[in-house]
């Protein structure tokens, strides 16, 4: 069923058993990283399971930390992979959070664009969508800002444990198909569980193949 053959699993198994460490923080654009290698970036609402993904996905327990507190965060984090550096994964804020001022709503959206529109290293940005839940009106805004700055990216859906098998092929099947409608969205989707496991050597690869 995977799209990965056996010797790409393998590679990018090895690429993410390997450093990675934490760079930095970003609150605005003039703090980003020099552009130097190619980077995948990681969006989704709050609470969607964006900081345990990416600790699923590079085998640690806390490199991206996890939190119940929403919102918090209008950050851009950086992570160094490979040494010699090979590439970087980008925690994008988090958005769609009940309590949020208007004032970091507006922040979120001119960070977010900016970083989609100018930054030339970006090859993909992997847009994580709750399984229980699939795309959701609060969504639209980052896969349109994805659609117009043409920036490529995959829908991954998150939480997969959470729901039974037959619910999981329904909003597996729905969101997939709404992601061959976008433009700039990978026609394939990806269904993952941190908890589990699920679907994690296969994200691992959909990364090492999206920065070429
Ligand atoms: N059952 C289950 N819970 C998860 C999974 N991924 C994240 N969670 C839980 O969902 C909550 C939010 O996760 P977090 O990674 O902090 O979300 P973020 O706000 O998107 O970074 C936490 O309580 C996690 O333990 C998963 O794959 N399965
Ligand atoms: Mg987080």
Redesign the pocket.
Known sequence: MSAFDDDMIEAARKTFAGPITFLKSAPKLEHLPNPVVPEVAFA?????????????LTNRNSL?????T??RTQELNFFDVGEPLKFRLV?MP?YGFAKAPKDMVRQWRYLVNDFLRGRDVLKRALV?IDARHGIKEVDNDILDMLDTAAVSYRIVL?????IKATELADVFARTEAEARKRPAAHPDIIA?????G?GIPELRAAVLEAIG
Do not use: F, W, Y
């Open positions: 989704g609402r709050s609470n969607v399971g964006k900081s345990s993904l990416i600790n699923a991206a930390r996890t939190s119940n929403p919102g925690d988090g994580l998150t939480k997969a444990d959470k993952t569980s941190s908890e589990k699920m």
